[in-house]
């Protein structure tokens, strides 16, 4: 691990108390595909957004009270409904509704990938790396689809690999991006270690007049540009693989940070 980390490194072996969340809403179907797949061998509380939280970011809610209520889904499941972001939600799971800080926070499982650009938009991501400014292991999970064999098999698979992560533990403000391609499982080619692309998506705005002759906008985007670098976590996806990232919450560029020491930028008059 690098110098200066700190490291989570549980000692119990395999039984987690687990906060999940995701920024789909509270009735989600990849968020009880999870939840199914943890509860009886971990303990789980479901912290959720009370409806779509989608694309929000790192957003939080400061302008008016935030409310939570205990519900029971449709699925049979039981969890706390927050008029809130996900960010919001790993806030209050984690400082109100818990007694105790978690062993792990996950996110998802997301329909939709959160690779390259999008990771910066993500809801989901966000609410892992929330998690991870406190100093709890969290792993943010998505799909390239809505299929519910693939919701099982991302479900099973974010399970071993969040076993994994308790054991070895995550430096302090890493989380792992977990995308998964939306095929059958026995299509899919395996596990790559990726890093996040950088690719603009090929974006449109379409302008159009209301009836009360407004002018208004659509925002729209086509597929992410392709890319043929196997590092890349689209790429990852689009060869088939489940694709892994670790993301830091810490975006400080520490090359430029030397580099602009020797701007004598403090001379400049002001």
């Known amino acids: 691990m690098p110098n200066g980390h700190d490291v989570f490194r549980p000692y119990r072996l395999l039984f987690m108390d687990i906060l999940l969340t995701n920024d ?3 009735h989600a179907e990849g968020l009880w595909a999870l939840h199914g797949k943890l509860h009886g061998r971990h303990a789980v509380t479901v912290v959720a957004p009370d ?7 790192h957003g939080i809610t400061l302008h008016h009270p935030l409310r939570s209520a205990l519900i029971k889904v449709n699925s049979g499941g039981m969890g706390y409904a927050v008029e809130g972001t996900p960010v919001d939600c790993v806030k209050i799971g984690l400082m109100e509704i818990l007694d105790e800080k978690p062993d792990m926070v996950i996110s998802g499982i997301n329909p939709g990938a ?3 650009v999008n990771i910066n938009y993500s809801g989901t991501v966000a609410a892992a790396k929330e998690a991870a400014l406190y100093k709890v292991p969290a792993i943010a999970v998505s799909i390239q689809g809505r299929t519910a064999d693939a919701y099982d098999y991302a479900a099973s698979f974010t399970r071993t690999l969040a076993e994994h992560v308790f054991k070895k533990g995550l430096p302090f403000g890493t989380i792992l991006n977990v995308n998964v391609p939306d095929i059958p499982m026995n299509k899919v080619a395996g ?5 996040q692309g950088t690719a603009l998506y ?20 086509d597929a992410q540009m392709a ?24 975006t400080t560029d520490y090359d430029l940070l030397e580099e602009l020491k020797q701007w004598d930028i403090h001379k400049i008059s002001f």
Do not use: M, Q
């Open 24 to 26: 789909d809403g509270i």
């Open 51 to 57: 409806r779509e939280r989608s694309a929000v970011g």
């Open 114 to 116: 959160n690779v390259g």
């Open 191 to 195: 596990v790559r270690i990726s890093r």
């Open 202 to 221: 090929k974006e449109n705005v379409e302008k159009r007049i209301d009836p009360r002759n407004r002018t208004y906008y659509w925002h729209g985007h």
């Open 227 to 250: 890319s043929d670098n196997p590092d890349i976590d689209s790429t990852a996806l689009d060869d088939n693989f489940i694709s892994i990232t670790p993301i830091k919450c810490d």
